[in-house]
């Protein structure tokens, strides 16, 4: 293992350890979404999810 993976991993643990806290409070702060709010995140990923599922239909269909 180089240098170079040894500090990267030494940056990541640091970003960890100094965003947890921030994160926390974060969402203990923040408001909470109505059930419409949520409605639509669900469909919102759904949709997209259907659409990589169809990107990835057409493409195996022309592949092969």
Do not use: Y
């Not at 947890?20 to 409605?39: F, H, N, V």
């Amino acid at each position: 293992m180089d240098w170079l993976k040894i500090f990267s991993a030494l940056f990541i643990v640091a970003m960890l350890i100094f965003l947890w806290p921030r994160a926390g409070q974060m969402i203990r702060e923040s408001r909470k979404g109505t059930i419409d709010e949520w409605l639509w995140v669900g469909l919102l990923l759904l949709g997209v999810a259907a659409f990589v599922a169809f990107l990835m239909h057409s493409m195996h269909s022309t592949v092969v």
